[in-house]
């Protein structure tokens, strides 16, 4: 559990200076955008990952 809550910390400091924004993803309005690289086409609100943890939602973009 230490060892996870210290990951998760780390985690919450990242900077986002390397991220790009992805493909495959429609922007719905109100910061809400629908990935759709794979068929559970996640709809996610700002902040939200998606079920694979991979592609976020900063700013109504993916």
């Known amino acids: 559990v230490v060892g996870y809550t210290a ?16 493909y495959y993803y429609l922007e719905l309005g109100d910061s809400e ?4 690289l794979c068929p559970r086409e996640c709809i996610l609100e700002e902040g939200q990952r998606g ?11 993916l």
Do not use: W
Request: hydrophobic content about 40%; glycine content about 6%.
């Open 7 to 22: 990951l998760a910390l780390y985690k919450t400091n990242l900077q986002f200076n390397n991220l790009k924004e992805a």
């Open 33 to 36: 955008v629908q990935c759709l």
């Open 51 to 61: 079920i694979c943890g991979v592609r976020q939602n900063i700013k109504g973009k």
